[in-house]
């Protein structure tokens, strides 16, 4: 599990979606689940530089990112958020 009390004083404007050897991953979809009734609640796609931002109130949610690099991959992680604001974090798919 993931916990986030304050997401707008992470230093970065923005979150970034990359593989495990580090290569940004463009045009990837972000998608943010209320972890109770798996409803969506936000979502959004990076760019072509791989950054992507969300808005999210507090809350337990699941942070859900499909890729379509070279091959298809997904991964789903439990996100905790204590404070309204953004959610921009490094998401290794």
Known sequence: NVIIRNMTNLGSKWGYVTNKEGTKQPFSAISLLDRTTKQLVARTISDEQGRYILLANPGDYIL???????QFSQKEENLTIRERGMVKRRIVV
């Open 64 to 70: 859900k990112t499909m890729t379509n690099a070279s």
